[in-house]
């Protein structure tokens, strides 16, 4: 579907405007304005497919893998009991989302150029604005889930009222609200513009070529626009981190005093519970961060197109590539973290996997106990029990 299969960019010949904003679905008909006559350079269309036609395929698979296998442990039976559960799941379908609106922009990702309006239309008013939507749904969760454990640790009656009346359910609507109008000016300010000799005929020429402009490309060289983004990351990205990086904090020092004050073996084993789940959201978080200042820092200081252009430079589409990859890495690296770090997932997945044949036995462990016989001597018996086993 994509057009960079004949190679060609666009240059711009009359004073019309290339990146006035098309509010509506209807096309903006270019008419000739447009002519094709320069190739892609070579640098960026090897760049481009790598990054997102190999590495991109790569990392939507396991995505999907680790993502569905996540909350298929998430609705089993006796995960339903435990609180972080809730959260989980609503990361996983998130995530899974994001994956699954990869595999349609993937394809395409390496033009602005193509000769089917619907894929045209889906790049500028979907496409990389939608995954973002989905990656902001999974951070605010992880924000969530940190305010409930702060308060668990620090004052659970708090934690208990914030429980009731239907509270998980109140979050998750303002929260969807609340990215929705984050993102609303991205999605009305794209455009579909018809390019190429054949714009001005009447009946729906195959021959029509459609660039497709996304919110951020229209908007990035007016005077509105960075400042939008400067007030949306405020508030949208850097308080939220820092309120996220006070919870970590708070709950590393509260799980550090109760290991010190209390010497029952079950607290201990508790609180390293909770000292677990806690570095998972911390993990998480640090990793969120890391996978979005790339991209960030080339979308708001150096990414820039010439009109009527589908890219930049080779250093700059290479940064930006490096950057596509490590958000599109972030929709899988979630759920590794949490089997990494979370016991009860953990103890989920081995005897998920006890039960396959042929790859139980890998996880089975050996046991020894011990007992007196009568003459007063330790006999020590060594037994075999698989994961399973201890869970239930």
């Known amino acids: 579907y994509a057009v960079h299969r004949t190679n060609i960019t666009l240059i711009y010949l009359s004073d019309l405007n290339p990146m006035a904003v098309n509010t509506s679905s209807t096309p903006l008909n270019i008419?000739?304005?447009y002519v094709p006559i320069l190739e892609v350079p070579n640098d960026v269309a090897w760049i481009r497919w790598l990054a997102y036609q190999v590495l991109g395929s790569i990392f939507i698979?396991?995505?999907?893998?680790?993502?569905?296998?996540?909350?298929?442990?998430?609705?089993?039976?006796?995960?339903?009991?435990?609180?972080?559960?809730?959260y989980v799941k609503i990361i996983a379908i998130s995530d899974l989302l994001g994956c699954l609106l990869l595999i349609p922009w993937t394809p395409t990702s390496d033009t602005c150029i193509f000769d089917s309006y619907v894929i045209a239309f889906y790049n500028a008013y979907f496409g990389t604005t939608l995954l973002s939507f989905t990656r902001s749904l999974t951070f605010y969760m992880i924000i969530w889930l940190s305010y409930d454990r702060f308060l668990a640790v620090w004052s659970f009656e708090k934690f208990q009222n914030v429980q009731k009346h239907n509270m998980f359910r109140r979050r998750m609507i303002g929260t969807f609200i609340y990215c929705l109008l984050a993102f609303i000016p991205l999605w009305v300010n794209a455009s579909v513009i018809c390019v190429g000799e054949f714009c001005d005929s009447s009946s729906n020429s195959q021959e029509q070529l459609w660039m497709s402009n996304n919110g951020y490309v229209n908007n990035i060289k007016t005077k509105w626009f960075p400042i939008f983004l400067g007030i949306r990351e405020l508030l949208f990205r850097l308080i939220p981190n820092i309120l996220l990086i006070v919870f970590g904090i708070g709950l590393i020092v509260a799980l550090a005093k109760k290991?010190?004050?209390?010497?029952?073996?079950t607290m201990s084993k508790s609180t390293d519970k909770g000292f677990h789940n806690t570095i998972m959201v911390l993990v998480i978080n640090l990793s969120y961060i890391l996978s979005s200042l790339p991209i960030m820092i080339v979308?708001?200081?150096f990414y820039r197109r010439e009109e009527g252009e589908c890219f930049s430079n080779s250093n700059i589409e290479a940064w930006n590539a490096f950057g596509v990859l490590l958000r599109s890495f972030w929709h899988a690296i979630n759920v590794i973290f949490i089997f990494a770090l979370n016991n009860d997932y953990q103890m989920e997945l081995k005897c998920l996997i006890s039960k396959?044949?042929?790859?139980?036995?890998?996880?089975?462990k050996k046991y020894y106990v011990s007992s007196t016989t009568n003459d007063g001597s330790l006999?020590?018996?060594?037994?075999?029990?698989?994961?399973?086993?201890?869970?239930?």
């Open 61 to 86: 698979c396991l995505g999907i893998i680790t993502n569905a296998l996540c909350l298929y442990l998430s609705y089993r039976p006796k995960m339903r009991l435990i609180h972080i559960n809730l």
């Open 31 to 33: 008419s000739s304005d």
């Open 356 to 364: 396959i044949p042929g790859v139980g036995q890998w996880i089975t």
């Open 259 to 265: 290991r010190q004050e209390f010497e029952d073996p």
């Open 299 to 301: 979308g708001l200081f």
């Open 379 to 392: 006999n020590t018996t060594e037994v075999s029990m698989s994961s399973e086993t201890f869970l239930y």
